[in-house]
């Protein structure tokens, strides 16, 4: 199979030899894939959390310094230029020091956008998917020799080495070659492969080469205030990609009327319907997942995932791989072998309880649509009613704003559970004013209406000890949510005799 081939990187190289670079928050995911990228690219990095992982551990033992005191005088004297997570305030000491000092302040976000300069840079937007996608199309041009570096939000045990080797240690990056070794693009820029995350506009940073954009619909209304805003901005996102570039779009349900309009660069459109450029095929039976081409390209896999969202995220990785050259059948086969993301739709475990099992399942999803995608594939995918069970999430919402401006949509995702528990809202970003303007209850107060058996407990342990009198043999648990509520899946595996 032949592919397009005159993709190029765009933008100059951040040259950072010489230079030290400071990251606040560096024990996040994309904070400690980007630690490793400036390093590798001639900076001297270190940085600071507020609290010790296996992240910052991994990082002190490549040598990258990391401290967890982040007073104003903990700041190196020789910093050049500071990174901030999208976690850090621009009240933090650190960030306010440096600015004091006049060091280039950075977000993750902008720094990311430069590293992209001399790369042939991908990045991966939508409202859901991201990490998935991200982490599928890295292990599979890794199997295919492309020797990509990328930059996930979630740690996966396949992206360093690719989905046909053996699992490795959960990461989220990979450092990959400075120019491509083989396939389509042999010799060009080095990939670098980034999700792009729409919050905050920070994906307006980024200079893909290529890009790919999934469904787009309302959410960070906090930020944007309406869909139409939303819309205007994954345009503006997909005019930063350069003539010789590629955007990848939903055939379905993105917009892309509005974001590709006026458009220099090639457009190609993936989804099922036949009048798309890609087009994806799916049988929840058996999971076969096929992806065609009207140039009679066909490949298709039996996906370890289930759920038709993933067979979505799965078939926009493949056409990526192949649009930057990866052979299609190394790319299947990698497809096929791929086991998953932390925390995205990821099987954590069987609890022995009298008289039989509860089978514990973990999701990131925090938005309705990720929510009502991840608990109808879950019945599809264990059937628990054909053994006398139930479909019982705990369902954690994630910002009170997000809640607020999404409660009916909320209030009607949850159709696939049988039982849910909500606990507090996670308080992340939103004012203290807004804090107040909604609540746990309110959202079971319209599941109930709806008929859904709902009630809201904390703390985690309350509600570990009350999954214990309502889990009964052949039920499926799951938690959900972007913030900790993983703790009462682990707590309740962990309580078992």
Known sequence: MTTRTEAVASHAVWNLTGTHAYLVGIGGCGMSGLARMLGARGASVSGSDMTR???????????????????????????DVLIASAAVRPDHPQVLEAERRGITVLTYAEALGRCMGGYTAVSLAGTHG????????????????????????????????????????????????????????????????????????????HRPTIASVSAIEADHLDIYGSLDAVVEAFAEFARLIPPEGTLLIAHD?????????????????????????????????????????????????????????????AATAAALAIILGADPDTVARSLGAFQGVDRRMQFLGTRAIPGGEVRVWDDYGHHPTEVE??????????????????????????????????????????????????????????????????????????????????????????????????????????????????????GFLEAQA
């Open 53 to 79: 992982s296996a992240v910052t551990d991994g990082l002190a033992r490549e040598g990258i310094a990391v401290g967890f005191d982040q007073g104003a005088g903990t700041l190196p004297e020789a910093c």
């Open 130 to 205: 991201k990490s998935t996608t991200t982490a599928m199309l890295g292990a599979a041009l890794t199997d295919a020799g492309l020797d990509p570096t990328v930059i996930v939000g979630a740690t996966c045990a396949q992206l360093r080495n690719g989905a046909l080797s053996e699992p490795g240690e959960p990461v989220g990056f990979r450092v990959g070659a400075e120019r491509v070794p083989a396939g389509g693009l042999a010799g060009a820029p080095g990939v670098l492969v980034a999700e792009s995350c729409e919050f905050n506009r920070s994906f307006h940073h």
């Open 253 to 313: 349900g993105a917009h892309r009327r509005e974001v590709t309009a006026g458009l220099e660069c090639t457009v190609e459109t993936i989804g099922f319907s036949p009048d798309a450029d890609w087009i994806v095929g799916f049988d929840p039976a058996t999971r076969t997942t096929t992806l065609s081409r009207r140039d009679g390209l066909a490949i298709e896999w039996q996906a370890p995932l289930p759920g038709v969202h993933n067979a979505t995220n």
């Open 373 to 490: 995608h991840t608990l109808r594939a879950l019945r599809e995918h264990e059937r628990p009613h054909e053994h006398a069970g139930r479909l019982v999430c705990v369902f954690q919402p994630h910002q009170h704003s997000r809640t607020r401006f999404l409660l009916d949509e909320f209030a009607a995702a949850f159709g696939h559970a049988d039982t849910v528990v909500v606990p507090h809202i996670y308080f992340v970003r939103d004012s203290e004013a807004e804090k107040h303007k909604v609540s746990a209850g309110d959202l079971v107060d319209r599941l109930r209406s709806r008929g859904v058996h709902a009630m809201h407990l904390y703390p985690f342990e309350a509600i570990v000890e009350q999954l214990e009198v309502v889990c009964r043999p052949g039920d499926v648990l799951v938690t959900m949510g972007a913030g900790p509520v993983w703790r009462v899946a682990r």
